[in-house]
Structure formats: C-alpha cells, structure tokens
C-alpha cells in the first residue's frame, strides 16, 4: 500500500521492514479477503484499486483541510469546513 501511495505521488519511499510482532499483541499476521462470489455473480470493479488510491490520495494533497481539521475543536467549525471543502467540489 505505502509503495502505492508513493507512486502516485511520485516520490520515493523510504522504509525499514521490521517483523517485530511482539510489538502488537493479539495483531493478525495476515488479513484476507476473497472476491470470488462477488466475481461469481458477475460483478467488477469499476475503476482499478490502484487508480481510485491514485485519485484518493491526489486529491487529498489538493484538499488539506481534510487532514488538518482539529478533532478536539467545536463541532460547528468542523462542519463548517468540511461544508466548506465539499462546496469546491
């Protein structure tokens, strides 16, 4: 996924694989998920996993606000500024 997102945002990633588990107790050493009933009854994937991360994180570099907003401030301003974002869509 991070070598995903570093592609589309054209930078390099730079990263150190550690396969220390002990550091999260009870984390699961694989998550799966199989899509073959989905597939069975005909369905597809409209747009690539890899293009919508694309878009994702595209236009999350070009909407900020997104990230930045305080959680702990009040709940008006906050939806104000996502009212805000969403508006100059």
Known sequence: ????IAKAVGKPLRYKLSDDIKSRPGHDIRYALDGAKMAAMGWTLPVSFE??????VLWSLAHPEWLTIDRHTDSRAEENAMRNAVARL
Not at 1 to 4: R, S, Y
Not at 51 to 56: D, K, Q
């Open 1 to 4: 996924m991070a070598q995903l």
């Open 51 to 56: 293009e919508s991360l694309r878009e994702m």
